[in-house]
């Protein structure tokens, strides 16, 4: 994410706001220390994302009671997309897709078949 001075956002501020536009987010510094952050109108409401990553950790919790259930390790998530096997991430990637009714998006030839098994819209 690119860094401007203020005093550069002051300058420049018409550039900048061409830039966010476009959709990049742009920070803003005073003395090397973040301060302000510029980012378009309608971007990604913090507290949605807050409650999807709780829902989240709620169904990791259910999942986990589950008799039999070992938890992956950091280690064997990596493996797991390093092989081409189907990750833990696309797995909660078309959960919440399914939970919340949204259209997904992935290149991703097996989970896109995945979605499909389970009625989810895709995006082309």
Known sequence: MPTVTAFQAKTRF???LDRVVRGEEIVITRHEKAVARLMPEGGANL????QAVAELRTGRAVIA???GFKLLTDLEIKDA????????HDATYLELA???KLPLASQDEALRKA???C???LLL
């Open 14 to 16: 018409d550039e900048l």
């Open 119 to 121: 009625r989810v819209e």
């Open 65 to 67: 009671k589950r008799r």
């Open 115 to 117: 979605a499909q098994g």
């Open 98 to 100: 399914m939970r919340r």
């Open 47 to 50: 507290e949605h994302t807050r």
């Open 81 to 88: 997309i390093k092989q081409g096997r189907p990750s833990v």
